[in-house]
């Protein structure tokens, strides 16, 4: 602001000679227009530790952890529930997929930040149609400013809530399902109900802007994103050859994140005495066939999923890590699993430091490119939670000793993204330029690894953990305290 008034301090500090000197300044700063702020009161996982066999790994989650600490902030609308900041600083604030991921990552260590970030989320459902902010009834939404953002040079021109994501709505069931499979009270789950028959909604009659029956986008403005998968750089969907894909695009982990939220939401329909529980698991099981149909390409080095569909219902052809995202969610069977994992540690997609979001061989791999052949940790994460599900230790045990040696490269504050040049050409993880870091779901995914390392599963009638480690075991042994 041109009329802000401009404050200059000037002070003088004598060294003397071999010696030190510090100087010390704080500045309290009143933001009377922020949308947020921080939260009160400690994280649940407040004091908690990790040691194993292998340091790196307690290091790196006792470095989240701190990090994640200084992320939660809270709405100024709702200050009770805090929620996890996507990153500093670029994306200090309120952001529904990064904030779901993140919650997610962290249920092994608590409820209390899934809940908070359900309701929060809830409180922001959509409830009308309005093609300027992407609402729809039964949407929640990408994220919370307090202003339009926009971006020199671009024609990005977004609205201060906007809610142009496809993935937040179905990620918002599937925490919801697996918080309560952690031990969310039943009383929390009950009055989030409605906003579960919301968004369950939604995908149905709203997720599918293509009407293939497949969750789909396509930006109406001309001034919002063009992409609204978590790769929602205007680059990041493109064929093989390095063109552009055009959409509506239908993003093959969303179809997976759709599936498990149908499933998952079903079983909480059922559970709580709601009608709608068949509908929905005969409306997952079609998607499933559908997919099977549709995304699944034959190459000379094998068969493996297209990363999407495009505006013409063709499956795009680049190999990419959005793969990783369908294990472990019951879209594929077990033979269609085995093709993913012995892709995501293929040469072309393994970087030695974590997973590239695009294939080597692909015309725009470029391994400092956003989305395009660079690494990020809380999608290499995610894949690793996969392969765990489904029963891929040799290959999660991989992955996972890839991100430990980035997290090592990095002093254990993993940043938003880093370099996919290959580990066996750099002896350490290199940077990219402009990162957050810390980034809430790159912090939250050494608690997902730790989960992993550990086969924790939740079994909610019992009211306990049951730990069946990873084989081959890759890590020695590892304690948790609380």
């Given amino acids: 602001d041109a009329a802000a008034p401009v404050v200059a301090a000037s002070w003088a500090v004598e060294v003397p000679a071999h010696g030190t000197a510090t100087v010390e300044w704080t500045v309290d700063v009143e933001h009377r227009a922020t949308v947020v702020q921080a939260a009160e009161g400690l994280p649940e996982w407040d004091g908690v530790t990790v040691h194993s066999g292998d340091a790196r790994l307690g290091r790196w989650v ?27 600083p670029w994306f200090f604030t309120l952001f529904g997929r990064d904030s779901l991921w993140a919650a997610r990552f962290l249920l092994p260590l608590g409820t209390d930040i899934a809940g908070s970030t359900l309701r929060l989320l809830a409180s922001l459902q959509g409830t009308v149609s309005d093609p300027e902010t992407a609402e729809q009834p039964g949407k929640i939404m990408h994220e919370l400013r307090p202003g339009a953002f926009s971006m020199p040079g671009e024609s990005l021109n977004l609205p201060p809530l906007y809610y142009g994501t496809v993935d937040a709505t179905p990620l918002w069931i599937c925490l919801l399902n697996d918080a309560w499979h952690w031990g969310l009270p039943d009383a929390e789950v009950v009055a989030l109900l409605p906003h579960l028959e919301a968004a369950l909604g939604w995908m149905r009659d709203s997720g599918d802007s293509h009407d293939d029956g497949f969750l789909s986008y396509v930006d109406e403005t001309g001034h919002g994103l063009a992409n609204q998968g978590w790769k929602d750089s205007g680059d990041s969907i493109q064929w093989r050859d390095g063109s552009l894909a055009e959409g509506p695009i239908a993003l093959c982990e969303v179809q997976a994140y ?37 995304f699944w390409i034959d190459s000379p080095e094998g068969r493996y999923p297209a990363v999407a569909l495009d505006a013409h219902k063709r499956p795009v052809d680049t190999v990419t890590s959005n793969i990783g995202h369908l294990l472990g969610t019951g879209l594929l069977n077990d033979e269609e699993s085995a093709l993913v994992a012995a892709r995501l540690v293929s040469t072309e997609l393994n970087s030695g430091f974590g997973l590239r979001t695009m294939s080597t061989d692909s015309t725009g791999y470029w391994p400092l490119s956003y989305h395009g052949g660079s690494v990020w940790t809380h999608d290499t994460a995610i894949a690793i939670n996969g392969l765990g599900r489904a029963g891929f230790g040799a290959e999660a045990g991989i992955l996972i000793d890839g991100l430990l040696a980035a997290a090592e490269s990095f002093g254990y504050r993993m940043p938003e993204l880093h370099s996919g040049d290959s580990a066996a050409e750099f002896p350490v993880a290199v940077p990219y330029p402009a990162a957050c870091r810390p980034q809430a779901w790159s912090a939250a995914a050494a608690i997902s690894v730790l989960g992993t390392v550990l086969g924790l599963a939740p079994d909610r009638e019992a009211g306990t953990v049951a730990s069946t480690p990873i084989t081959p075991a890759l890590l020695g042994s590892v304690t948790i305290l609380p």
Avoid at 69 to 86: H, N, Q, V
Avoid at 265 to 292: C, H, I, K, Q, S
């Fill in 258 to 294: 759709a599936y498990q939220a149908a499933i998952g939401g079903a079983e909480l329909l059922e559970a709580f005495g709601r009608p709608g529980a068949a509908e929905w698991r005969t409306w997952a099981a079609n998607l499933r066939a559908r997919f099977r149909a549709s």
């Fill in 62 to 88: 006792q470095r989240a952890l701190d990090d994640l600490s200084g992320l939660r902030m809270a709405t100024t609308a709702r200050p009770d529930d805090p929620f996890l900041a996507a990153g500093a």
